[in-house]
Nanobody
Framework: VQLQASGGGLVQAGGSLRLSCTGS????????VVWFRQAPGKEREFVGA????????YYADFVKGRFTISRDNAKNTVYLQMNSLKAEDTAVYYC??????????????????WGQGTLVTVSS
């Protein structure tokens, strides 16, 4: 499966953006989809994950209550709605996927399919 992330841009602190991760192929909807981000000079970090089989969604502590993951199977797309954005949310955001759920779902090396990343810049 191939992934394409989009929706990034420049937004003021307190604003909102919605990122999209669109997958190619009819099997995309069977995949687990996860969002990561990487700020300049920092390691890639987990943002949130959607577990396909149960519909459970997991978030990093720093985004709880501000970010929401949702899925539209008809459009082969997973969304990351980001509200109340802060300057520290500035990063390149990536979506990733794998066919089976991994117990260590927060670790980037456990995913072999990645989108190209979309830049989110939050001005203070």
């Amino acid at each position: 499966v191939q992934l394409q992330a989009s929706g990034g841009g420049l937004v003021q602190a307190g604003g909102s953006l919605r990122l999209s991760c669109t997958g190619s192929g009819r099997l995309f909807n069977t995949y687990q989809v996860v969002w990561f981000r990487q700020a300049p000079g920092k390691e890639r970090e987990f943002v949130g994950a959607l577990r396909r089989s149960t519909g459970a969604i997991y978030y990093a502590d720093f985004v709880k209550g501000r970010f929401t993951i949702s899925r539209d199977n008809a459009k082969n797309t997973v969304y990351l709605q980001m509200n109340s954005l802060k300057a520290e949310d500035t990063a390149v955001y990536y979506c990733a996927s794998r066919i089976n759920w991994h117990i260590d779902y927060r670790t980037a090396r456990n995913y072999n399919e990645w989108g190209q990343g979309t830049l989110v810049t939050v001005s203070s």
